[in-house]
């Protein structure tokens, strides 16, 4: 099964890795948390189970599209109001869904705000991916 | 530069291409052009080797959260936005400029019942 995964945000600095960008960390803490990051990532990596991912620009980068009535409106932001905002994803490919929150746990972004974990399905539209 | 197209929606049944489920009665003609509009749009980007990944998100309901807010670490219900019209699927292209990315934002049939959001992927 193929799950993504959903990291949500409100740093201080739009950035990546996102919780680094939260209250004042020492440059120690700082480095040990970018370690340890780094160390899940090559772990994950080596699992075969991540198959692809991305971080995204800051939330008022963002451009939202909607037709109403036949007239197309193109916005400044994000479509969500919110506080927190989508800051990146991962697509997993799990055996069971606990797996893929063992992944999410890893996540330290789970301290400041939250990460969500959604199961994509196979049918056709479902997944698609260049050179695959 | 990457970009990733967010479609939001909230329709009668949580099933893909979601705009076919919006909450609106649609004629078999209007199906069958939003369709084939799509399917276009596929074949197009394809080609131009601009669409990298696609991915259908299952229906709200069947997210999970994980959170460790309050010290301990939880996993609860999802999902994590609590709306009206919830994140259904992504697309990610690669595209010259971002007047490309909105161009093809625009041809997506989701953009009349909800909502494509367009967003640069930060190259790190």
């Known amino acids: 099964m193929k799950y993504v995964i959903l990291i949500y945000g409100n740093p201080k600095n739009w950035q990546h890795p996102i919780f680094l960008q939260y209250g004042d960390l020492s440059s120690e803490e700082h480095d040990r948390q970018l370690a340890a990051f780094d160390r899940f990532n090559a772990e994950l990596d080596a699992s075969g189970k991540m198959l692809t991912g991305a971080p995204l620009a800051a939330p008022e980068t963002a451009k939202t599209l909607k037709e109403r009535d036949g007239t197309l409106s193109i916005t400044d932001g994000p479509f969500a109001e919110a506080k927190e905002q989508l800051a990146g994803f991962m697509l997993v490919d799990c055996e069971r869904i606990e797996d893929a929150y063992e992944i999410a746990k890893n996540f330290p972004d789970i301290k400041y705000a939250a990460v969500e974990v959604r199961p994509v399905g196979d049918e056709k539209y479902q997944y698609w991916r260049k050179d695959s | ?124």
């Open chain 2, 1 to 124: 530069m990457r970009f990733m197209l967010m479609i939001y929606g909230n329709p009668k049944n949580w099933s893909h291409p979601i705009f076919l489920e919006a909450d609106a009665e649609l004629s078999e003609s209007d199906r069958t052009s939003m369709s084939e509009q799509l399917d276009a749009l596929f074949r197009d980007t394809r080609a131009s080797g601009e669409l990298l990944d696609v991915f259908a998100l299952a229906p709200p309901r069947q997210a999970k959260l994980v959170s460790a807010k309050s010290g301990t670490e939880v996993t609860t219900d999802g999902p994590f936005a609590e709306a009206k019209e919830f994140l259904a699927g992504t697309f990610i292209f690669e595209c010259e400029s971002e007047e490309r990315a909105i161009e093809i934002a625009k041809r997506f049939p989701d953009t009349r019942f909800g909502t494509v959001e367009v967003r640069p992927i930060m190259e790190l």
